[in-house]
């Protein structure tokens, strides 16, 4: 079994979107909606309205003569119901 929700993502812009109940996961590349919305209300105990997801792709870096690709990878924007929230940070 594969580990679906690898960390949540915090920075200024995911804080800002954790006070309209929006927060944001580092998922793995081949998960689904569905199977997104199964792990963060097994993880965190709460109820999901919905699941955004992007897909961010490698960005090209250029050292010396060659490049090279860093990773692509997905996150998942996900909103739960009102007066539920999620402790992302760490203590």
């Known amino acids: 079994m ?6 949540p993502i915090i920075s200024e812009k ?5 006070k309209i109940n929006k927060y ?4 793995d ?4 909606t569905c199977e997104i919305k199964k792990g963060i209300k ?3 105990k709460v109820d999901v309205e919905s699941v955004n997801i992007i897909n961010q792709k490698g ?3 250029k050292s010396g003569r060659g ?3 860093r990773p692509s990878s ?4 996900v909103t739960i119901k009102k007066g539920q929230t999620i402790d992302v940070l760490p203590k």
Do not use: C, D, H, W
């Open 74 to 77: 997905k996150k998942a924007v």
């Open 29 to 32: 590349r081949q998960a689904n």
């Open 67 to 69: 490049a090279s690709r």
């Open 14 to 18: 995911t804080m800002e979107l954790s």
């Open 59 to 61: 960005k090209v870096k």
């Open 2 to 7: 594969r580990m679906i929700i690898k960390k």
């Open 24 to 27: 944001v996961f580092l998922v």
């Open 42 to 44: 097994s993880i965190y």
